[in-house]
């Protein structure tokens, strides 16, 4: 059976930073690993 794409994307867990391990603030099905701040001090 096929899953409706607006109920899958809804279901995706919540992505974590790979540095400091805070969840992320954005879209679960973008490319980005990193939080903003992690992302500052680099």
């Given at each position: 059976?096929m899953t409706n794409i607006v109920?899958f994307f809804?279901?995706?867990?919540?992505?974590?930073?790979?540095?400091c391990?805070?969840?992320?603030?954005?879209?679960?099905?973008?490319y980005?690993?990193t939080c903003?701040?992690c992302?500052?001090?680099?």
């Amino acid at each position: 059976m096929m899953t409706n794409i607006v109920q899958f994307f809804r279901n995706l867990p919540a992505k974590v930073c790979t540095t400091c391990g805070h969840e992320i603030e954005e879209q679960h099905e973008c490319y980005s690993n990193t939080c903003d701040s992690c992302n500052m001090t680099k």
